[in-house]
């Protein structure tokens, strides 16, 4: 089974950028079939633009434009690519990142596709990053890193103390965005009380629900960017923006640029 090394992948690699432990891969992947390989390091794959299937010892998993991954090091796999144009970021951490900034991290086996809206908004941030190419790249990427690989990196006692309706509340809000429940609602099909839930979302996630609601439909337009064909207008109304306009503030907001930018920057 072959290995890949640092900065290593399938396809045409056009643009490495690396500090200190981190490695940031823009790829296009050019093969139908790529069969079973590992990696050194641990790495996420942030898909871009088009479809490709990773299967594992366990699972089968599509990922399509939008779609994060996590990988273990050394984790075996292998990928389909469907027919079509397909880009893919990755983001590697080497072993001596992860003992130096996170000593007590206890990283999760296996490989598994993340969710989180801000964590892939942050990895739309790391893309901007990579492209502005100044004295200061460097640093805002180890700090858009910091922010986003966190929650992977703490410790097991962190990880058990969160409640199990944590999750259940975000998985709803998921389903539920374009049209989210509420307070009420939310709190009686997750079966908490309203006040525990309103006061406990902010401390897990870091804000309200109604700001991570609104953070799912700015991540959700983002993954429609990567089709040419779709005009800003009809990607504000399919994932649930009052208007144009109202898509424009939320993504300077959660984003620091606008939606037209992004749109540009994965076709380009």
């Known amino acids: 089974m072959e290995k890949l090394g640092s900065g290593e992948f399938f396809g045409v690699t056009n ?123 460097i640093l805002g990427i180890q700090n858009l890193v910091i922010e986003a690989v966190d929650p992977f990196f703490k410790s097991q006692a962190e990880s058990r103390s969160r409640p199990p309706w944590v999750d259940k509340a975000g998985e709803l809000l998921q389903d539920m965005y374009l049209s989210p429940p509420g307070l009420r609602e939310m709190a009686s099909e997750i079966g908490v009380h309203p006040v525990h839930l309103s006061r406990s979302f902010t401390k897990y996630y870091c804000c309200s629900i109604a700001e991570y609601v609104r953070l799912l439909k700015v991540e959700r337009a983002f993954s429609e960017f990567s089709i040419r064909e779709n005009s800003l207008s009809t990607i504000a109304h399919r994932c649930g923006f009052a208007d144009q306009s109202h898509m424009i503030r939320c993504f300077k907001e959660f984003s620091g640029n606008t939606p037209s930018f992004f749109k540009r920057l994965i076709n380009s």
């Not at 984790?75 to 951490?93: A, D, F, R, V, W």
């Open 15 to 137: 643009q490495t950028l690396e500090t200190g432990g981190l490695i940031l891969t823009n790829t296009a992947y050019t093969h139908e079939y790529v069969d079973w390989h590992y990696h050194e390091n641990v790495y996420f794959t942030f898909m871009l633009k088009g479809r490709v299937i990773e299967g594992n010892k366990k699972d089968k998993l599509h990922l399509s434009a939008g779609s994060l991954l996590f990988h273990n090091a050394q984790e075996s796999h292998y990928n389909i690519k469907p027919p079509g144009e397909t880009k893919g970021m990755h983001l590697e951490i080497e072993n001596r990142w992860i003992r130096e900034i996170y000593p007590n991290a206890d990283i999760n086996e296996g490989s598994y596709e993340v969710t989180c809206p801000k964590t892939k908004i942050l990895f739309y941030r790391l893309l901007k990053e990579s492209q502005v190419a100044d004295n200061l790249t």
